[in-house]
């Protein structure tokens, strides 16, 4: 895989409504209500604006709306964003139009005007395919409603990715075998596959924090991951990052902007960015609160965001622990800043010689093994 150009851009939209929260999730959330979709329209538009503005001169190649539930947003919504970044900036030939939708027939049966609006890849929260898991989750599906929102959007889109959560309580080495054999089955050219992460905040984490129940042994966890790359691999949808799999040439190309540190506008309540801007790479962070957020964007979008440059040790750390997600690594040249500092070159001999990192040809990988800690290897790389 190539890296992308370095004039690559992505916009990334925050839809924040949901028709419920989800008990593991700690996103930037909230209950669905009634939305005056003409204001929506117009805030991310002036959102969009701004940006344009700070980028000028760029092609976008992705365009990703996330959330919360964008598959709940009103179509004119969505229409006005495509309509906005293909005025302001343009899209590259190859652009990518990805929105993640939940599996219900109701939105099952809204994915025809959501590709007649320009989306062209769908990215599915099945979570399950087992219906006990998925009552579990708090979804508000079942398996059979998830398969049917599936086939439809294999109908509709040129492409197709679905997300499920492994390592759940309960679940075990051959429920998973079982289930991701199935989920492999299905005809989706990419799939997220997520461990389950208890997150502060959430009421999964009060449950455990209470005793209710208990995720698997660590033990378990691993066996668990270790045998999705083995059946992800053997299916011909390798890992090509922790938790994404893909075949060939169906990577998210809006995701691998993140992972390879490239320049992306984030727009809607809460939504980060990170640019080049006059040499200089700066951290962009929308006001969270979706209200706060329409009445800044209302007032002046140039504050409705909280912008900071970043240093060249906040960037190295930034780039290590997006790159090193990614089973090709990052470049390290002669004369990267990774080598200003002469402690540097000596820890990461130490993390090669231990097997936790490989360094070929100016390529930095972690290992498997190095994947597993990722954020306990990073803190010793750099110190
Ligand atoms: C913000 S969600 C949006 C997707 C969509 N609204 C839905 O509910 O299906 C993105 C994905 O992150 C994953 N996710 C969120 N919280 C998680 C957690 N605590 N553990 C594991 N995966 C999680 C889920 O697979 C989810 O589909």
Redesign the pocket.
Known sequence: MDDASETSLGVYVHWPY?ARI?P????NVHKNREIDAARWARALTRDLEYWAQRTEGRTLTSLYF????PSLAPVPVIEAVIAACARLWGFAPDREITL?A?PTDAEGARFEAFAAAGVNRLSL?V?SLRDDALAFLGRNHGADEAMRALKTAIKTFPRVTF?L?YARPGQDLEDWRAELSQALSLGAGHL?L????I?PGTAFHKAVAAGRWAPPDEGVCADMYDLTQEMTAAAGLAAYEISNHAAPGEQSRHNLLYWRYQDYVGVGPGAHGRLTVDGQRIAAEACAAPDAYLKAIEEDPAGAARIETLNEDAQLAERLSMGLRLAEGIKLYADDYFYADDARPVRLKRLVDDGFLTLDCGRLRATPKGRRVLNTLIYELIG
């Open positions: 949901c989800c593991y999730c700690d996103f996330g959330g919360g539930t993640e939940n929260g979570q997300d959560i997220s997520y461990q389950l992460t997150e």
